[in-house]
């Protein structure tokens, strides 16, 4: 009985020391790591100065510089259709003929009226020469007193009313001849000229077909003709990249048919109105078109064709830079509203707006980084230009990405990965 006892008082004394010294243990390994400061891994690069470009990006379609979309103003059948789609055509070259009898027989009926009022016309003169001859007599008799006063008057009164008859029949003259050119001109609109050289390049009648004319309304879509020798891209560029582009700026133009083939262009006009799609919801966009001038276009460039479009707005020759993701945007450094700390954060600044974020770099200080507070200017695909901030020459962090953005402070500790090690982890990733 005393030796269980014994036995049992043993394994209370195993139990209780493997106890203690795990709980001894876990309490040395808490206050290890608690003194163990957290070692960021990043990518640096040095700060050089470099020549960098601004590019705006855009897409939109080809279209021809000068094109005319051709439509009746009378209305009437198709009679002569001497051109085809992609014909190419010489200014004043006939296009289309629209049967004419019927404005060939408004023409007539003008002509006919037209003089029908000139022989009134010429009635109407004789008979005013005639009163006009009989009132000068009746003057001379009168200061002769050899004719009466009411004669005088009866004289004077068929010779005003002969002069406003003969005005009224040169209104109708004058009338006559308006609708006979008017009418002239409605037949002259049955046959069309081609405006502009240039190739037709849609076609949307046939021969016999009758077209509505655009007295009215809009009238029939003819035939659309366009100067392919000068082309032009137009393409849609957002609100906040359009003020960076100027009449005059090059760009280069990928048109997709072409491949990888790029055109060289100019900036030859920037739209003043807004073009809104989703207006009122979260997906609302505004943009505004540009056009492109192509210099030196391809025969085979055919309008409707998509394209991409890189604006150079500015070049600056150089300057300090860094890569674009070395920036990232802090909020500044923040104090306790009341003074015992259980205020709000004085995030806003004066009138009640809210303060905004500071554009920030880490540049390697031994062990360490410093942030630094910085302006920036251009940028390209790869490279941002430094204003104020840095000279050049440092080591600045270019990852990785979640560093930047949210873990590295100033003073964070940070390790450089040697080329060999960053190779090597490379080569495990794949």
Known sequence: MAKQKKKNSKKKYFIFG???????????????????????????EKVEKRNITQVVSAT????????????PEVTGEIVD??????????????????????YTAQRD???????????????????????????????????????????????????????????????SVRQAEASLNDAQEQLDKTVM????????TALNV?????????????GTHLMTVADLAKMEARVEVDEN??????????????????????????????????????????????????????????????????????????????VV????????????????????????ENAKVNNGKREKPEEVVFLLNASEVKKVNVKTGISDDTYIEIVSGIEGGEEVVTGPYRAISKELEDGTKVIVPKKDEKKSESVEKK
């Open 60 to 71: 939109g379609k080809i279209f021809p510089e000068y094109q005319v979309e051709l439509r």
């Open 206 to 218: 046939e021969l016999s077909e009758r077209v509505l004319g655009s007295s009215f309304s809009q």
């Open 18 to 44: 493997g106890i203690g010294l795990v709980i001894a243990i876990l309490v040395v390994l808490v206050i290890t790591n608690s003194n163990n400061e957290k070692i960021t891994s990043v990518q640096t």
């Open 241 to 318: 990249d359009v003020v960076l582009i100027s009449e005059g700026d090059t760009t280069n133009i990928e048109i997709d048919a072409f491949g990888d083939r790029k055109f060289k262009g100019l900036v030859s006009q920037i739209g003043n109105s807004a073009q809104t799609t989703g207006f009122g919801t979260q997906d609302e966009v505004v943009n505004f078109e540009v056009r492109i001038s192509l210099i030196s276009p391809s025969e085979k460039i055919r309008p409707g064709m998509s394209c991409d479009a890189d604006i150079r707005t500015e070049t600056k020759l150089g």
């Open 193 to 200: 000229y081609s405006p502009i050289d240039g190739r037709i």
């Open 81 to 102: 259709l001497p051109v085809i789609e992609g014909e190419i055509v010489k200014k004043g070259q006939l296009l289309i003929r629209i049967k004419p009898e019927q």
């Open 321 to 344: 830079s860094v890569p674009i993701q070395s920036v990232t945007a802090r909020m500044k450094s923040v104090e306790p509203k009341d003074e015992d700390g259980s205020g709000e």
């Open 109 to 171: 009926r003008a002509k006919a009226s037209l003089q029908s009022t000139q022989a009134m016309l010429k009635v109407s003169k004789a008979n005013l020469d005639k009163v006009e001859s009989d009132y000068g007599r009746v003057k001379g008799l009168f200061a002769k007193e050899l004719a009466s006063e009411q004669e005088l008057e009866a004289a004077k009164s068929n010779y005003l009313q002969s002069v406003g008859q003969y005005e009224s029949q040169q209104a």
